[in-house]
């Protein structure tokens, strides 16, 4: 009976509804005024993938493969948030397009002019939502760790 409730076929769906639950989290910040960064966006296509192998599982017999892509997925979404989270607390540097790392030295004046005019509206290094003093990068990449764990159980339970 136990078993039979954490079947494959109920974890890839659990799992794929946590991502969506994640996704219409994230537009719904949006909708409210806070807008994403690069790696904000960058964060949701694990999610989205994860959304539809979920979806599929509930009317396609549950597969390894799918399932094995599904942790493929938010194992990488779970890295590009830790990643994210990192850059938030400058750990490390973030992408040059999104973090305002600028080499002036070796910069024309109109190099430069033309940075500042392609230049996002959001940083990636900087923290516009927090909640117990996490970003929403690092709730993102905590949440996937749950969500990862859902998909290798799934993988481990599904048929070959």
């Not at 024309?108 to 927090?130: F, K, M, N, Y």
């Not at 949440?143 to 159980?153: D, K, P, R, T």
């Amino acid at each position: 009976m136990i078993a039979e409730s954490f079947s494959s076929r109920r974890l890839m769906v659990g799992a794929g509804a946590g991502s969506a639950a994640m996704l219409l989290f994230a537009i719904a910040s949006q909708i409210m005024g806070y807008a994403p960064c690069e790696l904000c966006i960058l964060q949701r296509w694990p999610h989205l993938v994860a959304v539809i192998i979920g979806a599929l599982a509930l009317f396609v017999r549950p597969r390894r493969i799918w399932a094995a892509v599904g942790a493929l997925a938010i194992a990488l979404g779970t890295a590009i948030a830790f990643y994210h989270a990192g850059v938030e607390q400058q750990w490390w540097a973030g992408p040059t397009q999104c973090s305002g790392m600028v080499d002036f030295t070796t910069m024309s004046t109109g190099d430069l002019l033309a940075q500042i005019e392609a230049a996002p509206l959001v940083r990636c290094d900087q923290i516009s939502w927090s909640l117990f003093g996490l970003s929403m990068a690092a709730w993102n990449g905590i949440l996937s760790v749950g969500l990862l764990g859902m998909w290798i159980l799934a993988l481990l339970r599904a048929p070959r």
